[in-house]
């Protein structure tokens, strides 16, 4: 057994969700400058490249349900990033990252059996919102192309955490992943390639640190974990983005946290927590699927 598999799942998909939220952090300061394709190509070119270098995964002997599952795997990744990015430039971070989150929380709640990660998939729910403050937002100053970005986001998400489980189970160490990597900046190429005479040494730097906090490090994290953790469970757990992200925020940036904050941060930890832990143990059911 590998050193990397001795690791708790849970462990490798905290590790993942910290890396992101730095991440995040420089990428906020190269949308004013690239915009939403630029960053999200510079990000994805130097990631592919330096997974490529390292891995040098295989090209040849998969079949068609593998590179089926490489192209859509690719897919879901690019767009996911495009419109979570592009939402920005229209919402709130705390109301965009609420309104993407439906997309896992959907997800865990559909493959949920049991009473008890219902509860966990509601708590999870509500705790987001509390802790974004979506509902301190008016309704009209939300604009509806920032809206159909975060949901189309969230659609995304749900799917890479499903076709990211399947990538880790039919192709061997992060192959498919890599792969994948290679099909998303391919797709999102076309809306940032505008952005490349703009890309000089110290933006390249930034996208040298995004490429790695927010696209190599999470999504190998997270690719390793799923194959020892079902969507299920890995969907709740994403719930922790927002909690870790307003964490980040008191301890780096000195915002303050209300009361409702803390509450929401409660409620997404707990819930955490409690379908890790009661939920541990295999569901008869989906023991039968498998």
């Given at each position: 057994?590998?050193?990397?598999?001795?690791?708790?799942?849970?462990?490798?998909?905290?590790?993942?969700?910290?890396?992101?939220?730095?991440?995040?952090?420089?990428?906020?300061?190269?949308?004013?400058?690239?915009?939403?394709?630029?960053?999200?190509?510079?990000?994805?070119?130097?990631?592919?490249?330096?997974?490529?270098?390292?891995?040098?995964?295989?090209?040849?002997?998969?079949?068609?349900?593998?590179?089926?599952?490489?192209?859509?795997?690719?897919?879901?990744?690019?767009?996911?990033?495009?419109?979570?990015?592009?939402?920005?430039?229209?919402?709130?971070?705390?109301?965009?990252?609420?309104?993407?989150?439906?997309?896992?929380?959907?997800?865990?709640?559909?493959?949920?059996?049991?009473?008890?990660?219902?509860?966990?998939?509601?708590?999870?729910?509500?705790?987001?919102?509390?802790?974004?403050?979506?509902?301190?937002?008016?309704?009209?100053?939300?604009?509806?192309?920032?809206i159909a970005l975060a949901l189309t986001a969230g659609g995304c998400w749900a799917a890479y955490v499903i076709l990211s489980g399947r990538a880790g189970a039919h192709f061997p160490a992060l192959d498919g992943l890599a792969l994948a990597m290679v099909v998303a900046t391919a797709v999102t190429l076309p809306v940032g390639i505008g952005s490349v005479p703009d890309?000089?040494?110290?933006?390249?730097?930034?996208?040298?640190?995004?490429?790695?906090?927010?696209?190599?490090?999470?999504?190998?994290?997270?690719?390793?974990?799923?194959?020892?953790?079902?969507?299920?469970?890995?969907?709740?757990?994403?719930?922790?983005?927002?909690?870790?992200?307003?964490?980040?925020?008191?301890?780096?940036?000195?915002?303050?946290?209300?009361?409702?904050?803390?509450?929401?941060?409660?409620?997404?930890?707990?819930?955490?927590?409690?379908?890790?832990?009661?939920?541990?143990?295999?569901?008869?059911?989906?023991?039968?699927?498998?």
């Amino acid at each position: 057994m590998s050193a990397v598999n001795r690791v708790p799942a849970s462990i490798l998909v905290l590790g993942g969700i910290v890396s992101v939220q730095f991440g995040g952090a420089i990428a906020q300061t190269l949308i004013p400058v690239l915009g939403a394709g630029g960053t999200v190509v510079l990000r994805l070119l130097l990631s592919t490249t330096i997974m490529l270098a390292v891995l040098r995964p295989r090209w040849r002997g998969y079949g068609r349900a593998e590179w089926t599952t490489v192209l859509l795997f690719g897919l879901a990744l690019g767009l996911m990033n495009y419109t979570f990015y592009g939402s920005l430039a229209h919402l709130p971070i705390g109301v965009a990252v609420t309104i993407e989150f439906i997309g896992p929380l959907l997800l865990a709640s559909a493959l949920s059996r049991r009473l008890l990660d219902i509860i966990a998939v509601l708590a999870a729910g509500v705790g987001v919102v509390l802790i974004s403050e979506a509902l301190h937002t008016p309704l009209a100053d939300l604009e509806w192309t920032g809206i159909a970005l975060a949901l189309t986001a969230g659609g995304c998400w749900a799917a890479y955490v499903i076709l990211s489980g399947r990538a880790g189970a039919h192709f061997p160490a992060l192959d498919g992943l890599a792969l994948a990597m290679v099909v998303a900046t391919a797709v999102t190429l076309p809306v940032g390639i505008g952005s490349v005479p703009d890309w000089t040494g110290p933006l390249a730097l930034k996208g040298l640190g995004i490429a790695v906090l927010s696209s190599l490090l999470p999504y190998s994290l997270e690719l390793l974990a799923l194959r020892r953790m079902s969507a299920k469970v890995f969907g709740v757990m994403l719930s922790l983005e927002p909690a870790c992200a307003a964490l980040a925020g008191l301890l780096v940036l000195g915002q303050r946290l209300h009361p409702a904050q803390l509450v929401g941060m409660a409620l997404v930890v707990g819930a955490s927590v409690l379908i890790m832990g009661f939920g541990a143990r295999p569901d008869p059911a989906e023991a039968a699927a498998t």
